[in-house]
């Protein structure tokens, strides 16, 4: 499932000049806990994942995680508004959806990027519906140069 997602994404992005496809590779999540502090997170999510960025502005993204915080795999998918705040600072608003958590269907996240590093987080989203706990990502973003 995930290869045709990327092929489409890298589809998408052969039919528009104002964009882009990268390739998406989470290496690191930390969990910021609230209720259950003897909850044990899975803090390496290998995975890769792929997004198309549509007139600078939206992204379109889906990622593969084979060792999700739970350990079990799961599949992503997520919208972005991108902003670019200086020459090598971009923000992101954006709002994703797991599949295989029964506690979360749709999450907000924010998110900052410097070169090819990407920050993503969860906070102060978890904490203020109820969550047991936040997520902060690190991801390498790879341009695909379409």
């Not at 749709?106 to 990027?113: D, L």
Request: glycine share 6%; aromatic share 18%; charged share 15%.
């Amino acid at each position: 499932m995930i290869k045709k997602l990327i092929l489409i994404i890298t589809l998408f992005g052969f039919n528009n000049a104002h964009s882009e496809v990268n390739v998406v590779v989470p290496f690191e999540t930390i969990h910021i806990k609230y209720d259950n502090k003897d909850q044990v997170y899975n803090e390496n999510n290998s995975g890769i994942g792929g997004e198309y960025v549509y007139s600078d502005k939206h992204v379109f993204g889906a990622l593969y995680l084979n060792i999700d915080s739970y350990n079990n795999k799961n599949f992503y998918a997520y919208y972005a508004f991108k902003y670019k705040y200086q020459k090598n600072i971009i923000l992101y608003a954006s709002v994703m959806y797991p599949t295989n958590y029964d506690n979360l269907d749709i999450a907000p996240m924010i998110a900052v990027s410097y070169g090819y590093v990407r920050v993503t987080t969860t906070y102060p989203f978890g904490k203020l519906a109820g969550a047991v706990a936040d997520i902060v990502n690190i991801q390498l973003i790879i341009p695909s140069g379409f």
